[in-house]
């Protein structure tokens, strides 16, 4: 009886550990597959998430053109000096050329052409236009901020009486760079410019003789405010 009851102790002892050992492969097989399925869950979360942003963050139309009004101030900033040089006490509109910006866009591609027009007389009927022709890309953030870097000629034209005095060259216009930064308000936008001119002309680009190194070295930047209307 005794050794009986042995066996039957020894039998119920390991017919308990098995039953613990399995019972804790069980559980820990169960986690790991839901450790498994979490991580599953959280890469396809992810990857959603890598899909959607993208398109989400740097939405816009594919194609669009804006057009609309545009002041430039006459002089130039300078960040080596005080305040840029900008005498925001005095400032009036007399400070300022005005004239017109149109931006057509090609998703990232943007083609961009700002004239300045400067009258001779109250008539307006002489003067010179500054037509700053660029292209370069531009960045939709979220439908509510567009930057544009962009690069181009600055032509000359004279028109009316000055048209007479000065006839220059095209190939001879100076090269520019562009900066722009708009907040967007459904078809509406209003954003800064700012345009750094190169001494180097388009033939200098020819001839391989054109430098842009010192472009940033203490540049002076002509600054103004742009507002835009979408037309499509």
Do not use: Q
């Amino acid at each position: 009886k005794n050794h009986m009851r042995i066996i039957c102790n020894f039998n119920e002892f390991v017919c308990i550990i098995y039953m613990k050992l399995h019972m804790k492969t069980c559980s820990t097989y169960f986690v790991n597959m839901g450790e498994l399925y979490m991580n599953k869950k959280f890469l396809v979360v992810l990857m959603a998430l890598l899909l959607i942003m993208p398109a989400t963050m740097f939405a816009a139309d594919l194609i669009g053109f804006r057009i609309g009004p545009t002041a430039m101030l006459n002089g130039t900033l300078n960040p080596d000096v005080e305040d840029w040089g900008l005498d925001l006490e005095n400032l009036s509109v007399e400070d300022f050329t005005f004239g017109a910006d149109a931006r057509l866009n090609f998703s990232l591609i943007e083609v961009n052409a700002l004239a300045l027009v400067t009258p001779e007389g109250e008539d307006m009927a002489s003067g010179t236009i500054d037509l700053y022709a660029n292209a370069g890309v531009s960045i939709s953030l979220l439908n509510l901020l567009r930057f544009g870097v962009s690069a181009g000629p600055m032509f000359e034209i004279a028109y009316g009486e000055a048209a007479d005095v000065s006839e220059t060259d095209p190939m001879e216009a100076n090269l520019n760079l562009r900066m722009t930064a708009d907040l967007l308000l459904g078809d509406f936008s209003i954003g800064a410019t700012g345009i750094i001119t190169s001494s180097s002309s388009i033939n200098d680009v020819i001839d391989g003789t054109a430098e842009f190194g010192g472009l940033f070295e203490s540049p002076d930047i002509k600054a103004g405010v742009s507002a835009l209307f979408a037309i499509f």
